[in-house]
């Protein structure tokens, strides 16, 4: 489970991952005190808007930095963005109007939109070997669940003794170990790009080479079930625990335990599974789980149940999060990477955006019965939509033909550009017109400039 530990790079990027989560842990929980300290009741609104704005930062950005990122070089791109995060929280404990908070979530999740995508893309151009990526994703999603519950306690601590600007201070730092862990690592230069040469083909591009694959399409209908069982434990959790259940907070945080639980025991498992089992399987069973799992919530079960009920939605939720990441390095190339995958975060966090007020909406008009039905109704459709579009034969390698054609672009001398010189054009990668013969042949098929459309 650990042995990609042993790279270096890749301990140096897993260190960085958790530093940098754990930060951000602790500015949620200095966010929640600034906003009461400067809204008082009105606070719960505020951290609503500001959780809105984070979604919608999520969504409309990450596929420009996606673009942006495959014109720069990645170590500095992503050092670059974690120092910013650094000098926005550190802007943070001078804020004095409401409006302010806003602004900076705005551009601080408009970092991280540029930020988490690419830096996931980075992990598979580390680990090549898909083995050890599994084992990558599955310690990636580890880290999450151990953040989830570590921050909210280091910041418990932590204001024992400090004011909660102090956390504020303590991601800044994080922000900026993070960003000198980053930089230590060592990249194997990046191939030829294939995005297409205007800016706004290319902030498209993943988006569009995303849903051109089937399997993806598969991955985006599974990421609408996840959304949907991950909205409804995280939106009301403590609506069903305090309010219909009758018990105490502690309860509340025990519950979203028990999801955290289901969510790592399967991170634990996933790599010796996924070794007999494919990722189509893994995922539509996953989707099955938590849609069962949240239809007999609509029974309103007591709280030993409905545990047993979040620990299985967040298995779920963590086996289909966990083989997105190997969807998605097996349907890319190492320059189109970020693209694919800040395309995947975008859409993703739109499933989100949709049934974040989706469960709030139904809890709060027709109860929490009525929820648990409409949201294992859509999970059940979702996990349906992914059953029919993924296909169940889904070979990497595809028989395809090109026709002629003559055009120019950015290319090194790989399989598909084998030309002469004519000593012009300078070190590769390099951009000048060529001309690709007329060819039909087989290999690991993925969508590209050279590949737009799906074989049939």
Known sequence: MFR??????????FAAQIIALLGTGLTTVALALLAFELAENEAGQVLGIALAIKMVAYVTLAPIAGGIAT????????????????????CLPFVSQIWQIYVLILLLQACSAGFTPVFQATIPDILENEEDYTKALSLSRLAYDVESLV??????????????????FANAIAFLVSASLVLSITLSR????SAPERFVDR???????????PRLRGLLAMSMAVSAAGAMVIVNTVVFVQADLRMSGEWTAALLMAFGFGSMVAALSLPRVLVNVDDRTASIASGGAMTCALALGATMPGFWVAAALWCVIGAGYSAVLVCAGRLLQRSSTKPDRPAYFAAQFALSHGCFLLTYPLAGWLGTAFGLSAAFVVL????FVSTIVAFVVWPAQDDRELLHFHPETDHAHLHIHDEHHQHAHEG??????????????????????????????WPC
Not at 71 to 90: E, I, M, N, S
């Open 424 to 453: 012009w054009e300078g070190p590769e990668p390099h951009n000048h017109p060529h001309h690709h013969p007329e060819i039909n042949h087989k290999h690991d098929f993925t969508i590209d400039l050279h590949h737009t459309v």
């Open 203 to 213: 902030i498209t591009f993943g988006i569009r080479a995303y849903l051109a694959t």
């Open 151 to 168: 921050s909210p306690a280091l910041a418990g601590a932590a204001l024992l003794f400090l004011s909660f600007d102090a956390l504020f």
């Open 71 to 90: 014109l720069l070089p990645r170590k500095t791109y992503l050092a670059a963005l974690d120092g910013l995060r650094a000098a926005l929280v550190l």
């Open 4 to 13: 990609p530990l042993q790279n270096r790079d890749f301990a140096a990027l």
């Open 376 to 379: 294992s109704a859509l999970a």
């Open 190 to 193: 990046t191939e030829a790009q």
